[in-house]
C-alpha cells in the first residue's frame, strides 16, 4: 500500500502564500506522477497541478502563473507553492500519487489520495 501524509494548509489572507507538501511511503515503485486536486464545498473534486516523474507539469487555468508544482524523487515528495491566493483557492486539497505497472499484455494504472488538508482564504 501506499500512504500520502499532507502538511502545509491553514489560513491565509488574499494575496498572500502558502506550501504544500506531500510526501509518499510504502510500496512507491513505478509512480508515474503525483500533484494536487482540490475540492471546495458542494463542488467536485478538480485537478490543481501534476508532475510526471520526467518532470513534466499541468496546471489548472485558474492557478497558472500563480501556484508552482514541484518534486524530490529521492524523497517522494511533492510540493505546491501557491502564490496570490484568493478566496476562490478556498478548498480541501488532496494529495495524489499515479502509478503505472506494466504487465504482460497491457498496463495497470493506480490511484493513491491523501487524507486532505484545509486551505482557508479569508480575511
Known amino acids: 500500500q501506499v500512504q500520502l501524509v499532507e502538511s502545509g494548509g491553514g489560513l491565509v489572507q488574499p494575496g498572500g502564500s502558502l506550501r504544500l507538501s506531500c510526501a509518499a511511503s510504502?510500496?512507491?515503485?513505478?509512480?508515474?506522477?503525483m500533484g494536487w486536486y482540490r475540492q471546495a464545498l458542494g463542488r467536485e473534486r478538480d485537478l490543481v497541478a501534476t508532475i510526471t516523474t520526467g518532470g513534466s507539469t499541468k496546471y489548472a487555468d485558474s492557478v497558472k502563473g500563480r501556484f508552482t508544482i514541484s518534486g524530490d524523487s529521492a524523497k517522494n515528495t511533492v510540493y505546491l507553492q501557491m502564490n496570490s491566493l484568493a478566496t476562490e483557492d478556498t478548498a480541501v486539497y488532496y494529495c495524489?500519487?499515479?502509478?503505472?505497472?506494466?504487465?504482460?499484455?497491457?498496463?495497470?494504472?493506480?490511484?493513491?489520495w491523501g487524507q486532505g488538508t484545509h486551505v482557508t482564504v479569508s480575511l
Open positions: 510504502g510500496s512507491v515503485f513505478g509512480i508515474y506522477a
Open positions: 495524489n500519487l499515479h502509478k503505472k505497472i506494466g504487465r504482460s499484455g497491457g498496463v495497470d494504472e493506480f490511484d493513491y
